[in-house]
């Protein structure tokens, strides 16, 4: 296979992977709530000029923060007449999405380098290629705001450069891959195992490990620092509420595991498209595989792949950790490399046409947004038309928002000068608007699908008059107009 073949070839994935990428983007949804968290986190640094992060307090590393605000100032923060700097919520959801778009091409970049640094065929790098285009699961993710994709790509990153002995390097991609996201240190293990796959002598081995670690630690320290300067600030740090939200020291009770194991496949089947398309290349990886052990072909690299998908999954059901769907994107490049290399080594190209046709077709569905993964299903449609009326209400118009929190915060913006109340019960509610001694009109703003029955007999009870004010397919708000 000539270099200009190759290099042709790989260009046209990357095209392909870029064009689904901005095509999901061209109909993604509104944000899902934790986007709506992150993007306000970024919209206080380039608004407000809050380069600290200090506004809200952080339960994960900085760098999609910096990474969205950054787009936003570029791509979406606009001047006033009266010099003030505004964000139009839509405006800033394409902005917010845009790194991860381009994160998402790269890492089909780094996947094919990857493949071929690991199994050095430039077929297998090819196959990949083409299998991280059209996963559903890159697709979904593309146009997100979510910190995963800046996580898997310099984890990629680092695990392509371990491969190629670039230690130095590995570090710091592993370090800025912590800074988005504490979930690559699954990697870790992996990125220490090809240390002594590829080092034959112990001093070599330490000499690896230490050129890792050296500039890893940097990354980090100067990480502990930035939480160390927002402390001394009097903000939380991130470390110590990650840890308090995130920590699992559970067990997997035996009966959970048919429900952990429904939630697991509710994702991974969508790795190669659908059920049918994962199962069956995943049982092609499965024999070529056995065929290469039984040859004694089988290549350390390869080994060591297969261990690592069985430990990570074997994890994920003896622990309680989160089975989201974007908490599986770790394991698709390698999976998908596994893949590659049973398609590859199988040596039957109608099969892999098969495979890649399927999958262009559900490709095709998650640009649309037609399968059940990624950002929201939908659920905040015409957040941004309740927003809008919201902030049409009279200045300090007190609003009750139970339930859309980040989602609202968002899309009402920056500078909106309403009060947004919450309260846990209809009781608290009923108790809370007594106390307040406000004469003006309030408002309730809920989920079309959430059963307020309960709290709007609270307010009725103590003398408030309720009537319908808004509603669109998916929100309503109501009026109420406090006792004479």
Request: hydrophobic residues 50%.
């Amino acid at each position: 296979m000539s270099k200009t073949y190759l290099l042709l070839v790989k260009t046209l994935i990357l095209l392909l992977s870029a064009f689904l990428s901005f095509y999901a983007l061209s109909n993604a949804q509104r944000f899902h709530p934790d986007e709506a968290f992150y993007m306000t986190i970024a919209r206080h640094a380039a608004v407000n000029g809050d380069w600290l992060l200090l506004a809200e307090p952080l339960d994960k590393p900085p760098l999609t923060f910096y990474t969205n605000a950054l787009a936003l100032v570029f791509l979406a923060v606009e001047t006033d007449a009266n010099v003030v700097l505004q964000l139009d919520p839509l405006k800033g959801e394409f902005a917010g999405r845009i790194p991860s778009v381009l994160m998402s091409v790269l890492i089909v970049a780094v996947g094919m380098q990857l493949a071929c640094s690991l199994t050095d065929d430039n077929q297998i790098a090819l196959i990949t290629g083409m299998l991280l285009t059209l996963t559903p699961l890159r697709i979904v993710f593309a146009p997100t705001a979510f910190t995963d994709l800046p996580m898997l790509l310099f984890g990629m990153l680092s695990l392509w450069m371990a491969s190629r002995r670039c230690f130095i390097w590995a570090g710091i991609c592993f370090a800025t891959s912590i800074s988005a996201k504490p979930q690559v240190i699954f990697y870790l293990p992996l990125i220490i195992v090809i240390f002594f796959v590829q080092r034959s002598s112990l001093k070599h081995l330490i000499s690896s490990i230490l050129r890792f670690s050296v500039p890893a630690m940097v990354v980090v320290l100067l990480l502990w620092g930035w939480d160390s300067l927002r402390i001394a600030q009097e903000a939380e740090s991130f470390y110590q509420l990650g840890q308090s939200r995130y920590t699992v020291t559970q067990i997997t009770p035996l009966s959970d595991y048919p429900q952990r194991l429904l939630l697991w496949w509710q994702t991974n089947q969508y790795l190669l498209g659908n059920g049918l398309i994962t199962v069956i290349g995943v049982a092609i990886a499965l024999m070529t595989t056995v065929y290469q052990y039984r040859k004694w072909q089988l290549s350390q690299e390869h080994s060591l792949l297969w261990l690592w998908v069985l430990a990570f999954n074997g994890i994920h059901f003896m622990l309680t950790l989160n089975l989201f769907d974007r908490n599986q994107l770790v394991l698709m490049p390698i999976v998908i490399i596994l893949v590659s290399s049973g398609l590859t080594r199988i040596k039957q190209g109608w099969l892999t046409a098969i495979v890649i046709s399927g999958m262009f077709i559900f490709a095709c569905q998650a640009t649309q947004w037609q399968l059940p993964i990624g950002g929201d299903d939908g659920r905040h449609d015409g957040i941004h038309e309740l927003a809008d009326y919201l902030n049409n209400k009279p200045v300090a118009t007190v609003i009750y928002d139970r339930w859309l929190d980040w989602e609202l915060d968002y899309y009402m913006g920056q500078w909106t000068n309403k009060r947004r109340v919450y309260y846990p019960t209809p009781d608290a509610l009923a108790i809370g608007m007594q106390e307040l001694d406000e004469t003006g009109m309030r408002y309730l703003v809920a989920p079309s699908d959430i059963d307020i029955t309960s709290w709007l007999g609270a307010v009725q009870d103590i003398g408030f008059i309720v009537e319908s004010d808004f509603s669109n397919d998916n929100f309503v708000v109501y009026r109420l107009q406090p006792p004479e």
